[in-house]
């Protein structure tokens, strides 16, 4: 059975930190793109950052740029997302997307696979 499971999520305050990972299991996916979505209360889920199979290319919504930075280790089949200087405007679930197509279709629809989600809370 195929398994996105996030986690790192947490409250945290406006200016600091926070790590989420995205741990999959029950195949490979290596040859995958992978990405962060976030759904903030009462919003429709957004795109946040997605990075190619072999981690060369990565793309980010522009409103985290320059503050999140997402990586990917293939032989751990984990992603990863950095986020630093976080606003409040940054709460909300965030959740890990993979699938076989290129950044461009996997910030446009989303991934195959989807995790449950991570809460993220960011405190004025």
């Known amino acids: 059975q195929v398994q996105l499971v996030e986690s790192g999520g947490g409250l945290v305050q406006a200016g600091g930190s926070l790590r989420l990972s995205c741990a999959a299991s029950?195949?490979?996916?290596?040859?995958?793109?992978m990405g962060w979505s976030r759904q903030a209360p009462g919003k429709e889920r957004e795109f946040v950052a997605v990075i190619s199979w072999n981690g060369a290319s990565t793309d980010y919504a522009d409103s985290v740029k320059g503050r999140f930075t997402i990586s990917r280790d293939n032989a751990k089949n984990t992603v990863y997302l950095q986020m630093n200087s976080l606003k409040p405007e940054d709460t909300g679930v965030y959740y890990c997307?993979?699938?076989?197509?290129?950044?461009?279709?996997?910030?446009?629809?989303?991934?195959?696979?989807w995790g449950q989600g991570t809460q993220v809370t960011v405190s004025s």
């Open positions: 029950g195949r490979s996916f290596s040859g995958h793109a």
């Open positions: 997307t993979a699938g076989p197509i290129s950044n461009v279709m996997l910030r446009k629809r989303g991934g195959s696979y």
